[in-house]
């Protein structure tokens, strides 16, 4: 094996730990989330504590699509390396913002430093999409699909190591506050694994596509921003019910919401695997309208669970709908737009942040409004008796989800004209980058 086949497995690696760390900080928000719901935003404002939780995890959603942003525009001058340590470092501050806000008393101080704290990850996050993604494609140019998915593989077996975690510290009865130390871990192992390796620039840069020639490719491609507008669409149906699932299930299916994440993220990381063998039968663009269906089913499914048992077979029917979405919509703008670079796939991310930043809240606000009702007024929900709360819980938690729901439809006409169109062309092949686009 050459030294160039050593280094580009050792940097795929490296790429595969930082994805692994942000789906382990997507488990420790969903884990904390209750905790930070009951510590301190109930505490706060017990009517709008939902609400409150929704914004706050929308923080992390905003700096990941801030650092997307930005960070993908200036991945190609500062480097893959520097991002990366960038990401790591987000970590771990957050982390340690995070445990400062439980020793906070409880009012604005500890609020304020709860919201930096998801920002600071949230940032992080940004910087590991805006330098693995394009630092995949330019490993592998040939096949990016395959690789991407099998890149994002580790977002959900990161998932399932934070969510075990995370059940673990609740049943031992040991501190919530210790699943911050856990998100630090890989952060530190990815900080020292980055320092120590040599990164390949990004394929645009290695063709010499000038900036000007990547804009220009964006801007005069229409399609692009046809699917720029999908990835919003998208990215809710796949993150903001993975996010909220432990806040709204717990009380309602009798287990813990985190473990349906744990058992839809295993489910999602061995499917991943294969997504090349399906695109080759059906195109990318055809997965994506099967994945839409089936979440659109699943979501629904989820909002009328009442027992584990239906509530697993509306978790697996959603994680099979969502498992390929991220990654997949990600390798189309890189196949049919090359010439775009690490800015197609950053404003693609970032279009997906921006959707959760809007999505949770909304979820927050949807089921604080529904538990009002439930309850009978503002007044009468803090007089509830815990069988009187679950019950005022599921209610809600069913119009949070059915709102979701609806959503991957949408998608449906959009993706199958996409998906006739190609068939009727003789099926799609992807644009060779060091070709203009036509």
Known sequence: MSDSQVDRQRIYWVGNLSIFMIGLGFAVRANIAPNLQTEIYDKIDLANSA?????????TFAGFALTLLCGSALVDLIGMKRMLLL??????????????ATVTPVGGGAELLVLCSLLL?????????????????TLYPEEKTHRLNVLHAWWPAGIVVG??????????????ELNMLALMAPALVLAWMVWRATFPVTERVAVGISYGDMFGELLR????????ACMFLTAASELAPGQWVNISLSNVVGMQGILL?????????????????????????????????????????????????PALVAATVWGIGVCYMWPTMLAIVSERFPR????????????????????????????????????????????????AMAEVVRYASVVSFQSVAIVPLLLLPVFGIIWACDRARGGYKADAIGEPSV
């Open 51 to 59: 609400s409150m939780v929704g914004e706050a995890l929308g923080f």
């Open 87 to 100: 990401s790591a470092i987000g970590y771990v501050a957050g982390a340690l913002g995070l445990l400062a």
């Open 121 to 137: 990850t949230g940032l992080g996050w940004g910087a590991v999409e805006a330098a693995s993604n394009p630092m995949v494609a």
């Open 163 to 176: 969510g075990l975690l995370g059940v673990a510290i609740t049943y031992l009865e040991l501190p919530w």
């Open 221 to 228: 491609r229409p399609l692009f921003w046809v699917f720029w």
């Open 261 to 309: 994440l744990v058992y839809v993220s295993g489910l999602m990381f061995v499917m991943r695997q294969f997504a090349g063998s399906i695109v080759k039968r059906i195109s990318s663009v055809g997965l994506m309208f099967l994945s839409c269906s089936l979440a659109g089913i699943g979501l629904y499914m989820l909002s009328i669970a009442t027992a584990p048992g």
């Open 340 to 387: 775009g670079g690490a800015m197609a796939m950053g404003l693609m991310g970032f279009a997906g942040g921006m959707s959760i930043q809007f999505v949770l809240p909304q979820m927050g606000s949807m089921f604080d409004s529904a538990k009002a009702e439930a309850a009978g007024g503002i007044e009468k929900l803090a007089t509830l008796n815990p069988e």
